[in-house]
């Protein structure tokens, strides 16, 4: 039996913001961690962007944290939080005072396809996909990971086809005239675009793949990577008696269910009056912060957590940071300096601010999270000439 004052489960980047955190807070108290990815923590944005455009690998390694005992290629298989007591799948049990689950999530599968299809998560993933050396790629899913993706790949020479189901690339997302530019812009850099389109088999075909949509068209490849979403990994929480609904419920503490036990990152489900109830957020702010929260929660701060997550996206030459909900669904007002080039578009909900888009605009989130939290006014006649 292994004691520990704080355990952490998950070695990603929620997991690694937490240890730093309680570090600060509290300086020698042992602290473990328990990841089962075989590699020391990392920053994951980088995988689908910087690396492919001439950024190190070894940009990726996150600062290393004093008298971390960390446990790499080591799963947390069982959690009692009435012994407080975690087992690992190498056989040893934990016994510790707070424990962080920052498990993250597993990349959503195709029913068929099996190992063929990288379904790009992880560096191993990005090592796979950059050791390819035939030059045609597919691409499926035209999310943020699908569509950074096709975009890094082609700038560095490959052929990418992407099969996606909206009838535009980022049609859920982005209002309809900004897909369309972004859909142009991606043809325009040689990537062949599949809209409306889902896989219906993959298959070999001698050393390569041959993908198969749904229409009928046939695409052949030498590696085929997708970017599906994912699903949040519960499993621990669930068998332990956690509340759990799409992620694992905290309160504003980012404790669980269980005293004891936090939860913090994409598994965590959190409240947030200003983004609307409950909700669990798939970003690297949301990590970062979440993560800092927590690791200071479980050393004695009780502070509750009210930050509002932005997140960011780079594609070819675009890029953009966002605030609150980007459904293209909502209401949507842009106000472009440059059409499609330098611009906010607003996501409305009636009178309120739900979403802001800042497309290639940089430092003005503080900003987007006022107008979103509905602490500044809004005419939304006047939107529209809203950039000076
Ligand atoms: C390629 C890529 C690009 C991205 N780009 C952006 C971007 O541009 N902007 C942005 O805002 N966000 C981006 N993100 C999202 C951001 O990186 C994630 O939100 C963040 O990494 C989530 O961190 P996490 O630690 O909560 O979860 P994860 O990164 O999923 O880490 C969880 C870790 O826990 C481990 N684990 C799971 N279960 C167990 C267990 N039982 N025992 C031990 N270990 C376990 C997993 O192996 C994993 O290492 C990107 C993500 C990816 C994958």
Redesign the pocket.
């Known amino acids: 039996m292994g004691d520990t004052r704080y355990l952490i489960?998950?070695?990603?980047?929620?997991?690694?913001?937490a240890a730093a955190a309680i570090r600060e807070a509290d300086p020698d108290g042992p602290i473990t961690m328990?990841?089962?990815?075989e590699e020391r923590?990392y920053?994951?944005?980088?995988?689908?962007?910087g690396l492919w455009l001439g950024k190190p690998e070894e940009s990726v390694w996150l600062p290393d944290v004093a008298r971390l005992e960390l446990r790499a290629g080591?799963?947390?298989?069982a959690l009692d939080p009435r012994s407080r007591t975690v087992q690992?799948?190498q056989g040893e049990t934990h016994r510790y005072e707070k424990v962080l689950l920052?498990?993250?999530?597993?990349p959503r599968r195709l029913p068929f396809g099996g190992e063929r299809v990288i379904y790009?998560?992880?560096l191993a993933?990005?090592r796979r996909l950059r050791a390819v050396e035939g030059k045609r790629v597919v691409v499926i899913g035209g999310g943020?990971?699908g569509s950074?993706?096709a975009a890094a790949l082609a700038a560095t020479g490959k052929e990418v086809a992407m099969i996606f189901p909206e009838k535009a690339l980022g049609a859920r997302v982005y209002p309809a005239d900004l897909a369309a530019f972004l859909g142009r812009t991606f043809a325009e850099k040689g990537v062949r675009l599949l809209a409306g389109e889902t896989v219906a088999a993959i298959e070999p075909r001698g050393e390569a793949t041959a993908v198969r949509t749904a229409r009928g068209v046939e695409l052949v490849a030498d590696a085929v990577v997708a970017?599906l979403g994912?699903r949040p990994?519960t499993?621990?929480a669930e068998a332990a008696g956690l509340d759990c609904a799409d992620g694992i419920v905290v309160d504003e503490r980012l404790e669980t269910s269980a005293p004891g036990v936090f939860a913090?990152?994409?598994?965590?489900r959190f409240p947030s009056v200003v983004l609307g109830g409950r909700v669990r957020?798939?970003?690297?702010?949301?990590?970062l912060s979440?993560?800092r929260a927590a690791g200071r929660n479980m050393a004695g701060a009780a502070e509750p957590y009210r930050h509002v997550?932005?997140?960011?996206?780079?594609l070819f030459d675009l890029g953009y940071e966002a605030v609150g909900s980007l459904d293209a669904s909502l209401e949507t007002v842009a106000s472009w300096k440059t059409p499609f080039r330098e611009g906010i578009v607003y996501y409305l909900d009636g009178d309120r601010v739900r979403g802001v888009l800042l497309w290639g605009i940089f430092g003005q989130v503080d900003a987007a999270r006022e107008l979103v939290a509905g602490r500044v006014p809004i005419v939304k006649s006047a939107l529209e000439h809203a950039l000076p």
Do not use: C, N, W
């Open positions: 489960v998950g070695g990603g980047m929620t997991g690694h913001a328990l990841s089962a990815d923590p920053s994951r944005p980088p995988l689908s962007k080591t799963r947390a298989v690992d799948d920052a498990t993250g999530g597993t790009f998560r992880t993933d990005y943020f990971i950074e993706l970017g994912i990994d499993a621990l913090a990152g994409d598994v965590a957020v798939e970003h690297e702010d949301a990590a979440q993560g997550p932005f997140f960011y996206s780079d």
